[in-house]
């Protein structure tokens, strides 16, 4: 099935540190979409993405829209122990009738 | 102002049981989802509604069945339960993009 290249697959952390994730297609894109799941629960949306090139920050999560309309990156600042579960990247293609497509998810861990 | 939700939370059957997992939102929109989410997979689409009285298909349809019984509830059966149906499954609406989901239902098929 379609999917996006979401990388990497787990990041294993020091509270403080910054997290830097992303996603990749060969298709083209109208829209990112930027998930995060915490155990036992259902994703909620962080941040969402409309331009080529759109730099949207949510406190200290940032994502940018690639300029290529291929890719979408996502950066945790000063990572605290909230933050760690799984962020899923999704897109919408332009030849789509509202279907996300999503990505497999990074698995955020900060070490004790 | 509930959301989507989900009943029910936890659900095991035997091979062969047959159940249906009820979804319904209240922020009156017209496309509603449900996807089954396994280790390592990400979220799959199983089926889609995109409004009252229309459903489609999607990536994983096959063992599955949707009703849109109104604007607000959308249900997934499963006829003939198989272990590879063991899953969490989660149900998401939404009017443009941005998809809002509920809390999932965790399905174990012995």
């Known amino acids: 099935g379609q999917q996006l290249n979401q990388s990497p697959q787990s990041m294993f952390i020091q509270e403080g540190e910054d997290v830097s994730m992303n996603c990749t297609s060969s298709?083209?894109?109208?829209?990112w979409l930027w998930y995060k799941q915490d155990p036992g629960e259902g994703p909620v949306l962080l941040i969402a993405?409309?331009?080529a090139g759109e730099l949207t920050s949510n406190g200290r999560l940032t994502a940018q829209f690639g300029i290529t309309r291929k890719d979408s990156f996502l950066n945790i600042s000063a990572s605290i122990p909230s933050d760690v579960g799984i962020y899923f990247c999704?897109?919408?293609?332009?030849?789509?009738?509202?279907?996300?497509?999503w990505g497999a998810g990074t698995k955020l861990i900060i070490k004790p | 102002n509930a959301g989507v939700t989900q009943t029910p939370k936890f659900q095991v059957l035997k091979t062969g049981q047959s159940m249906t997992l009820q979804c319904a939102q209240d922020?009156?929109?017209?496309?509603m989802y449900w996807y089954r989410q396994d280790p390592g997979m990400g979220l799959r689409l199983i089926y889609y509604?995109?409004?009252?009285?229309?459903?489609d298909k999607g990536e994983v349809p096959n063992g599955y069945n949707v009703s849109r019984l109104n604007k607000r509830e959308f249900s997934l059966r499963l006829e003939s339960a198989a272990p590879s149906q063991t899953s969490v499954y989660f149900c998401?609406?939404?009017?443009?993009?941005?998809?809002?989901f509920g809390p999932g239902t965790r399905l174990l098929v012995l």
């Open positions: 922020m009156n929109h017209n496309s």
């Open positions: 999704a897109g919408l293609r332009v030849d789509s009738n509202y279907q996300l497509i």
């Open positions: 998401a609406s939404n009017n443009r993009v941005t998809q809002y």
């Open positions: 509604s995109a409004s009252e009285g229309t459903t």
């Open positions: 298709s083209i894109f109208n829209t």
């Open positions: 993405l409309y331009k």
